[in-house]
Nanobody, 125 residues
């Protein structure tokens, strides 16, 4: 069983930056596709970004392209989400997710097998 633990959330003013981290347990982290999702109050959980096992490919929702960067350090079993130029509409609980077979299979929640508990990001105007 894989455990994912997010950290790095908090309160920031619009235009500011935060870096989220997701630490994963288990010896096979380096083979997983990793992703970030977010869920704003009263809304569905939505895809934000994903990265393939070696970091060779990354994927983003249009609303964060050019502002957010997903990366990973397989030696540390950690995936990151660097968030710059934050906007109030980025306010949400951010979740880390993992797909164990290492094959990027799209942006659906069903494409990921494991989930973290989430970390709150709040962007004030």
């Amino acid at each position: 069983q894989v455990q994912l633990v997010e950290s790095g959330g908090g309160l920031v003013q619009a235009g500011g930056s935060l870096r989220l981290s997701c630490a994963a347990s288990g010896p096979t982290f380096s083979s997983y596709v990793m992703g970030w999702f977010r869920q704003a109050l009263g809304k569905e959980r939505e895809f934000v970004a994903a990265i393939t096992w070696n970091g060779g490919s990354t994927y983003y929702v249009d609303s964060v392209k050019g502002r957010f960067t997903i990366s990973r350090d397989n030696a540390k079993n950690t995936v990151y989400l660097q968030m710059n130029s934050l906007k109030p509409e980025d306010t949400a609980v951010y979740y880390c997710a993992a797909r164990r077979d290492g094959i990027y299979s799209g942006r659906s929640r069903d494409a990921f097998d494991y989930w973290g508990q989430g970390t709150q990001v709040t962007v004030s105007p």
